[in-house]
């Protein structure tokens, strides 16, 4: 710290001495970067912060916490994490509107307005890249609202103590055993996926599940009932992690539990409103779609929520499903359901948004209905397959078996 004003060193001893006396008391993964990213946000008075960790294996970053914004995952040679990788040291960007690399999608999604960042990256004893740590924006306070020279050797300084702490033996083993955790988890979630269409003669089933990171907000399932009837469902818990994870398992297991006994959409609707109450915490929302279809195919009940519209292809026509529900909270009074007719019924396709949100590997939502067709579904759904995607993406396409032959 020897190139900085006594005072400003001084206030940095005293961050870095308060942070780290938090810090050694925590055995926590999560906490302990959420710390970390707090006391670099602290060290150069920024308003927001982030450690992005790198994905060696992915090539990409991902973040735990990005302190006020949800959990998210950018490719390693993109915005300014990108440039400062490229560079392999520390830059300022303090007017990112004017960068060519800098990103909007976030600043438009949530309405905040990023004026300046400061990216510093970590590298281990083999010069190999494990993190970022950025900053965006100076507080409101602050009598600069752009970032400097001294701003840089804080993070610097801040960077190169987090690297240390991301290296440790204890904290790699603990990142492991939650991936591993996490994992485990997922093989759990998707023991409550049901496709009983798999095998069967009548019906082509093309399927895309892919989380956005181990867990997933999404489930589906596919059931047939004795009398030939059809049920097709896609859910799209709200967030990303442990929680709508949970979410999406707990209504496909009620769904798993009551199908068999119920005899209509109506009847399952009631059975799954009545979960809601017990299954959604306060404030959680719950996308989906459900089809019910009877065994000719000649007549479909469905209640949707929240979801980008599905699609239904005849020989005719091809039908838009608009959601007839806000999405679902524990005190959504009542589902709604509708119903429609259909003459020579030929296929289903239901997605979540991760399909038209990705910037760089969605689909434009107006090209959706090119997903019917074959090679334009190969083409789409093998780019997803091998990319990281923004959000979890499920597609469910169902096909009478003699239009694929």
Known sequence: ??????????????????????????????????????????????????????????????????????????????????????????IIVNDPYSFANFNPEIDNRTGYKTKCIITCPVFNGENNLIAVFQVINKHERSMSQKFNQSDLDLLQIAASLGGKILLGENFQEENQYNKEAQELAFGKQK??????????????????????????????SLYKKENGDVLAFVVDAMGHGIMPALTSYSIASRVRQYISKTNSLEELAQILNEGFKNILIEEEQVSCFFFWFNKEFSKVSYFGAGMYPPF???????????????????????????????????????????????????????SVTKMFQQEFYEKVTDRISKNSMEDDTTLLLLEKRSLSN
């Open 312 to 366: 239904i292809k005849t020989a005719k026509e091809i039908f838009s499903i608009k959601s007839n529900n806000f999405p679902f909270m524990n005190f959504t009074p009542k589902i709604k359901i509708s119903s429609l007719d259909l003459e020579d019924f030929q296929s289903l396709f239901i997605y979540s948004d991760g399909l038209v949100e990705d910037e760089n590997h969605g689909i434009d939502k107006n």
């Open 191 to 220: 023991t409550a996926v049901r496709n009983q269409l798999e095998d069967d003669l009548d019906f082509n089933i093309k399927i895309l599940y892919k989380p956005a990171d181990v867990l997933t907000g999404d489930i589906y």
């Open 1 to 90: 710290m020897e190139n900085l004003p006594t005072d400003q060193a001084n206030r940095a001893l005293q961050i870095i001495s308060r942070f780290s006396t938090y810090i050694n008391k925590q055995n926590s993964f999560s906490v302990i970067v959420e710390l970390m990213a707090m006391m670099a946000k602290e060290l150069v008075d920024g308003d927001r912060s982030t450690i992005w960790l790198y994905d060696s294996y992915k090539d990409e970053f991902w973040t735990r916490l990005s302190d006020g914004i949800e959990k998210a995952r950018i490719q390693a040679k993109n915005g300014t994490v990108g440039e400062a990788v490229r560079q392999r040291k520390p």
